[in-house]
């Protein structure tokens, strides 16, 4: 039974994706409350590899290093990762060059989520689009609502603390035709506050967005999931829900697949 | 041994570990007489048609797939690697296809493109690398797909929906190919790389 309204469906039979994200600093998977005080909680490989057997649907690791020598431990995760998770993962965070994406792509990773270094130089999503495909590029965008700005909505970067003084639909619009393949759209009103995805965000995003949408940032319960698609998303993402285990993925996907959305149901 | 064509950037470590997990040796290289001489050969699918054709002729795959397919040798091609096997692509019109099928690679017509995710596919009755998961979901991402194929006694192919029908697999004599990443979709895909190294016997 399909109950859903979503106007936006293109297949009789795609399923919507839960993804599962880790922030991961010097090696180990942290996440805080709007990115504030972080903690220590875990080997983002074994935790990884955990996603993937409870049925996620793909892992993305979000680098948070201050450094680059810090920056190094990544590839290596990335290819432990590779050998052990045959679902598609996403690496993002400090990716600001064209042999940043070569080395992560080589290492293992599927996509590249790239954000600050796009905004700076936004040549660059035309550059890695060419070199090796749009299908490898998703837009990360941290957007806060901001009334001065046309659509409500500006970027942000800094964990939402500094304004990237762009109308958040005019760069996501601008982003998907220089070459971006997914947006993956961050709430910094909501990230780690648990009240729920910004809904209204999602719906105007998706109204100017032609490639897929990832809605993340705000995650509380498994109701919340289920919003986000209906607004439009085609997946939906979280880290400290599931990280530490309020929520699994399959209580979501049961959820999901019983507001009569599909979800791919056979799991490891 | 199977060998993974290396011709260009992109994640060919993770069909390197996949295949390796059906107890296979394998070796991502680029060296024609091994590729040659492999009892299997995958040829991974990387960026766009063009530059997959560009990186493909720099190491003379496409005399590779020719040559290994006139020999019956198997070769898996995955992704825009099945895409190369027709003639041209509305994505590079410039770059000719290796052409083993006459037909043109079209966008997909869908609101949302690339079509990203798990999808169904509608598998072949007489396929054998879909033995056993017949009604599994595997992962795409591409833009464009093979939409209405020649039909012929040889060709099998496997289909998949997203705003229009699209051939999501086929197999013609020696040679396997896939729009989706088998080395992506989990246990699903696992099982029809294992399916495909025991067909061969490699």
Same mark, same amino acid.
């Given at each position: 039974?399909?109950?859903?309204?979503?106007?936006?469906?293109?297949?009789?039979?795609?399923?919507?994706?839960?993804?599962?994200?880790?922030?991961?600093?010097?090696?180990?998977?942290?996440?805080?409350?709007?990115?504030?005080?972080?903690?220590?909680?875990?080997?983002?490989?074994?935790?990884?590899?955990?996603?993937?057997?409870?049925?996620?649907?793909?892992?993305?690791?979000?680098?948070?290093?201050?450094?680059?020598?810090?920056?190094?431990?990544?590839?290596?995760?990335?290819?432990?990762?590779?050998?052990?998770?045959?679902?598609?993962?996403?690496?993002?965070?400090?990716?600001?060059?064209?042999?940043?994406?070569?080395?992560?792509?080589?290492?293992?990773?599927?996509?590249?989520?790239?954000?600050?270094?796009?905004?700076?130089?936004?040549?660059?999503?035309?550059?890695?689009?060419?070199?090796?495909?749009?299908?490898?590029?998703?837009?990360?965008?941290?957007?806060?609502?901001?009334?001065?700005?046309?659509?409500?909505?500006?970027?942000?970067?800094?964990?939402?603390?500094?304004?990237?003084?762009?109308?958040?639909?005019?760069?996501?619009?601008?982003?998907?035709?220089?070459?971006?393949?997914?947006?993956?759209?961050?709430?910094?009103?909501?990230?780690?506050?648990?009240?729920?995805?910004?809904?209204?965000?999602?719906?105007?995003?998706?109204?100017?967005?032609?490639?897929?949408?990832?809605?993340?940032?705000?995650?509380?319960?498994?109701?919340?999931?289920?919003?986000?698609?209906?607004?439009?998303?085609?997946?939906?993402?979280?880290?400290?829900?599931?990280?530490?285990?309020?929520?699994?993925?399959?209580?979501?996907?049961?959820?999901?697949?019983?507001?009569?959305?599909?979800?791919?149901?056979?799991?490891? | 041994?199977?060998?993974?064509?290396?011709?260009?950037?992109?994640?060919?470590?993770?069909?390197?570990?996949?295949?390796?997990?059906?107890? %296979?040796?394998?070796? =991502?290289?680029?060296?024609?007489?091994?590729?040659?001489?492999?009892?299997?050969? #995958? /040829? $991974?699918?990387? !960026?766009?048609?063009?530059?997959?054709?560009?990186?493909?002729?720099?190491?003379?795959?496409?005399?590779?797939?020719?040559?290994?397919?006139?020999?019956?040798?198997?070769?898996?091609?995955?992704?825009?690697?099945?895409?190369?096997?027709?003639?041209?692509?509305?994505?590079?019109? %410039?770059?000719?296809? =290796?052409?083993?099928?006459?037909?043109?690679?079209?966008?997909?017509?869908?609101? #949302? /493109? $690339?079509?990203? !995710?798990?999808?169904?596919?509608?598998?072949?009755?007489?396929?054998?690398?879909?033995?056993?998961?017949?009604?599994?979901?595997?992962?795409?991402?591409?833009?464009?797909?093979?939409?209405?194929?020649?039909?012929?006694?040889?060709?099998?192919?496997?289909?998949?929906?997203?705003?229009?029908?699209?051939?999501?697999?086929?197999?013609?004599?020696?040679?396997?190919?896939?729009?989706?990443?088998?080395?992506?979709?989990?246990?699903?895909?696992?099982?029809?790389?294992?399916?495909?190294?025991?067909?061969?016997?490699?």
């Amino acid at each position: 039974m399909q109950t859903s309204t979503t106007p936006y469906l293109n297949s009789p039979s795609l399923a919507v994706r839960v993804i599962a994200c880790l922030d991961v600093k010097a090696g180990r998977v942290v996440k805080g409350t709007n990115f504030k005080d972080l903690k220590d909680a875990g080997d983002p490989v074994e935790l990884a590899s955990r996603y993937f057997h409870d049925g996620a649907d793909e892992i993305t690791f979000l680098d948070i290093a201050a450094s680059n020598e810090e920056r190094k431990t990544i590839l290596d995760l990335v290819r432990r990762t590779a050998e052990n998770i045959f679902i598609p993962l996403t690496v993002g965070g400090g990716v600001s060059s064209l042999e940043d994406v070569d080395r992560l792509l080589r290492a293992g990773a599927d996509k590249i989520s790239v954000n600050t270094a796009a905004l700076k130089r936004p040549k660059l999503i035309d550059e890695i689009a060419r070199d090796f495909g749009s299908q490898v590029l998703v837009i990360s965008i941290d957007a806060k609502r901001e009334r001065s700005f046309a659509s409500g909505y500006e970027v942000t970067t800094h964990g939402g603390t500094r304004s990237a003084e762009k109308d958040a639909l005019i760069w996501i619009k601008e982003a998907v035709d220089r070459g971006a393949g997914e947006i993956l759209l961050n709430s910094m009103d909501r990230d780690g506050t648990k009240a729920g995805f910004d809904l209204e965000m999602i719906k105007a995003v998706r109204e100017v967005a032609s490639v897929p949408l990832i809605a993340s940032g705000g995650a509380g319960d498994v109701q919340d999931f289920g919003e986000a698609i209906s607004s439009g998303a085609d997946a939906v993402l979280a880290a400290s829900v599931f990280h530490y285990g309020s929520i699994s993925i399959r209580q979501v996907k049961n959820h999901l697949a019983n507001l009569g959305f599909i979800v791919r149901e056979s799991y490891e | 041994m199977i060998a993974i064509l290396d011709y260009g950037s992109g994640n060919l470590r993770s069909a390197e570990q996949a295949l390796l997990r059906t107890g %296979e040796r394998v070796e =991502v290289t680029a060296d024609f007489d091994k590729c040659l001489e492999a009892s299997g050969l #995958v /040829v $991974p699918g990387v !960026g766009a048609f063009g530059k997959c054709m560009d990186g493909l002729l720099r190491v003379r795959g496409d005399e590779l797939i020719r040559k290994r397919l006139e020999l019956q040798r198997p070769t898996l091609a995955i992704c825009v690697g099945l895409q190369i096997l027709f003639a041209q692509s509305i994505e590079s019109p %410039e770059s000719a296809g =290796v052409g083993i099928f006459p037909e043109v690679v079209e966008r997909l017509p869908a609101k #949302v /493109v $690339p079509h990203m !995710g798990w999808n169904k596919v509608e598998s072949n009755r007489n396929s054998e690398v879909f033995a056993g998961i017949e009604d599994e979901r595997f992962y795409f991402v591409h833009s464009y797909a093979v939409i209405s194929p020649e039909v012929s006694e040889d060709l099998l192919p496997s289909w998949s929906d997203y705003g229009a029908k699209f051939v999501s697999a086929l197999e013609y004599r020696s040679l396997v190919a896939t729009q989706f990443h088998p080395e992506k979709s989990g246990s699903a895909g696992l099982k029809l790389l294992s399916n495909w190294t025991k067909k061969i016997g490699a």
